[in-house]
Structures are given as C-alpha cells and as structure tokens.
C-alpha cells in the first residue's frame, strides 16, 4: 500500500453534494467528494466500538447544517488528543471527527451518511482499507491515510 493512492483522483469521476447526520437528526452536515468512495475501516479501540467506517476529506469541503460545537455537539478525546471525536448530545452518535492522522481534514463515518437510494445519483464504497489502528504509530506512515483530503 505504500505510495499507493487512496483517493479517487480521475476528474471524470463523479462529483457529489452528501448529506448525513446523527440519529435524532439534530446534527446535520453536507460534505463535496466524489460518489465512488474510498473507506477506511479502523481498528483502533475507538473506531473498532463505534463502527467507524469512514472517508476523509478536505475541512473546506465539510459543512455542518444543524447542530454546533457546544450547542449539540461534544467531543471526546483521549490517548494524544489529537484525533477530536463528535459526538450528538441527544442521541450519541458520532457522525464526523478529527483525525488524528489528518487533523485539518474531517472523517465522516460512511454509516451516518443518507441512504444511497435517497441520493441522486447515488453513492457506493468502492474500495475499504483495513488500517490496524491498535498500532496506529508502526503503520500510519504507509497506510496513506495522511494523503487522503488533500486535493
């Protein structure tokens, strides 16, 4: 995997708007990628819990439409700190985060995203990366985790 890219990168790709948010509906977002998705599916104990399945992207590509940072939003962290996991106050689950390995891009849990057939055109996973989180120092540097959001 190492150079490998883990980022669609074909301009003929198709460019969407995706929409999703927490289970009470309370936090909203829209996030700008492609809708061929390329998901990582870590195992560190955080993501391994919450079934964090998810894709990173550019801040600038990610906007929160309902819901906020101390209004309906809290974060946990632990461990460094780096990573910022969200989380909904009313119902608890955690939609979006901070990474730690990408900390000025945002990781949107692929399972908090509207139904594939409620979008037009609709979105699929075309690829999922294993990433042993557990021992996140030894393998970050050839995952190409840190490559994914740039553009």
């Not at 190492?2 to 999703?20: D, F, I, K, N, W």
């Not at 969200?86 to 939609?95: A, D, R």
């Amino acid at each position: 995997m190492s150079g490998e890219s883990t980022q669609p990168s074909h301009p003929a790709e198709l460019q969407v708007t995706l929409r999703g948010g927490c289970h009470c509906k309370k936090v909203r977002f829209e996030v700008d990628t492609v809708s061929d998705l390329v998901v990582l599916d870590c195992t560190c104990s955080v993501c391994r819990m919450r079934r964090n399945t998810h894709f990173v992207v550019n801040s600038a590509k990610f906007r929160l439409t309902a819901g906020g940072e101390g209004d309906q939003i809290s974060t946990y962290t632990y461990n460094t700190g780096q990573a910022k996991h969200k989380f909904c106050k009313t119902c608890g689950i955690s939609s979006f985060y901070t990474p730690r390995s990408n900390p000025n891009d945002v990781g949107i849990n692929v399972w908090c995203l509207d139904e594939p057939s409620e979008v037009q055109p609709p979105w699929s996973i075309t690829k999922t990366i294993l990433f042993d989180g557990k021992n996140w120092e030894q393998n970050i540097a050839q995952s190409g985790i840190q490559d994914m959001g740039k553009e």
